[in-house]
C-alpha cells in the first residue's frame, strides 16, 4: 500500500535580517510555527523515481524540491531502489509559507520508511539543509522553534513545560502574488541594532506588545511593490484582528485573533471581497 505523510505550512512570528554572510545567504532571527494548513505527499514502491502533482503548474522534473529530496536520500544511503511520489498541493507556494521545504521533509520523512533507512535525526536534518532552510524545521516534531543562522538553527519553543501554542485563532490570507525570496532580500538592509528578544517577546503573548515590537523586516519593501499583498494587509487589519503580520517574505498576511467567532466573520469578510483574488485558511483557537 502507498505511504502518505502531511506536510504542513508554517508561519513567522517576526523576522529580523541581521546581516550578510560570507557565502550570500543571510542571518536571520524568527520564530517558526507550523499551522494546519498541509499538502500531501504519497509514496509507493517503484523501479525508478517519478513525481506526479495535483498543481499542473509546479514543475515535477528535477527542479522540484521532493524529487531533490528523494535523491539526495538515495545517494547519500546507497538506495537503488525507486517511488512513485504524488504531491497534492494545497498550500500556495511563493507566499511564505514554507510549503516546498514542508514537501521535501515529508518525501524524507517517507522515504525512510518505504526505503528502510535509518538516519539519525542530525543526518536527516543535514540532508534537508541542503535543500532549503526551512526543510530541518519541518523535521522536527515540535511545533514551534526559535530559528536563527539562516533560520536552520533552531530551539524548540516551550511555555509553561509544554510546546509552544498561538494564543489564539489564526487566519492566513494569500493573494495571487509569488514573492521572490531573492528579489526579497536585496530590499532589506540588513542590522542587529535595537533588536527586541525575540523569543521572550513570542512567549509573553502580550498581543498588544506584538503590535508594537513584533516586526518582519520583508513587511515594508513587499507591501510597496505588491499592491495586492498590500491590500490583504490593510483589510485584515480593519477586522478585530489583534496582530497582523507578514508571512515570511511574502504574499501570505496572517491575523491572529482573540476570538474565533471574529476569525470566522474576518474570513467571510476577506472571501467576499472579489477584487482581492484570495486564498484564505483558518486555524481555530487551541484546545
Not at 514543475?59 to 524540491?65: E, G, R, V, Y
Not at 518505504?114 to 519541518?138: C, H, K, M, N, Y
Amino acid at each position: 500500500m502507498p505511504l502518505t505523510q502531511n506536510a504542513p505550512a508554517k508561519i513567522n512570528l517576526g523576522l529580523h535580517v541581521l546581516r550578510r554572510r560570507p557565502d550570500g545567504y543571510h542571518d536571520v532571527e524568527t520564530v517558526l510555527h507550523r499551522i494546519n494548513w498541509a499538502d500531501t505527499v504519497t509514496a509507493a514502491p517503484a523501479d525508478a523515481l517519478s513525481l506526479t502533482c495535483s498543481d499542473p503548474a509546479l514543475p515535477t522534473d528535477a527542479d522540484n524540491l521532493c524529487l531533490q529530496a528523494a535523491h539526495r536520500l538515495a545517494s547519500a544511503f546507497g538506495v537503488t531502489a525507486g517511488a512513485d511520489l504524488h504531491l497534492e498541493k494545497r498550500v500556495p507556494y511563493g507566499a511564505g509559507l514554507g510549503s516546498g521545504s514542508s514537501d521535501a521533509a515529508a518525501t524524507l520523512r517517507l522515504l525512510t520508511r518505504l526505503w528502510d533507512v535509518d538516519p539519525s535525526p542530525e543526518t536527516l536534518q543535514e540532508i534537508g539543509r541542503t535543500i532549503g532552510a526551512d526543510v530541518p524545521f519541518f523535521l522536527q516534531d515540535a511545533p514551534a522553534a526559535h530559528a536563527t543562522g539562516r533560520g536552520d538553527t533552531l530551539s524548540p519553543l516551550s511555555k509553561d513545560g509544554a510546546p509552544y501554542q498561538l494564543p489564539g485563532p489564526l487566519l492566513v490570507a494569500v493573494p495571487a502574488v509569488e514573492v521572490s525570496t531573492p528579489w526579497a532580500y536585496d530590499q532589506v538592509t540588513p542590522t542587529e541594532a535595537d533588536r527586541p528578544n525575540l523569543r521572550r517577546l513570542v512567549l509573553s503573548n502580550d498581543l498588544s506588545r506584538w503590535k508594537e515590537d513584533l516586526t518582519n523586516d520583508f513587511a515594508l519593501p513587499v507591501t510597496t511593490a505588491e499592491p495586492a499583498v498590500d491590500a490583504v494587509r490593510t483589510a485584515l487589519r480593519k477586522t478585530d484582528a489583534a496582530y497582523t503580520s507578514l508571512s515570511g517574505s511574502g504574499s501570505a498576511v496572517y491575523g491572529l485573533f482573540e476570538e474565533t467567532g471574529a476569525a470566522r466573520a474576518a474570513q467571510e469578510t476577506l472571501q467576499s471581497r472579489d477584487l482581492l483574488n484570495i486564498r484564505t485558511h483558518l486555524t481555530p483557537a487551541p484546545n
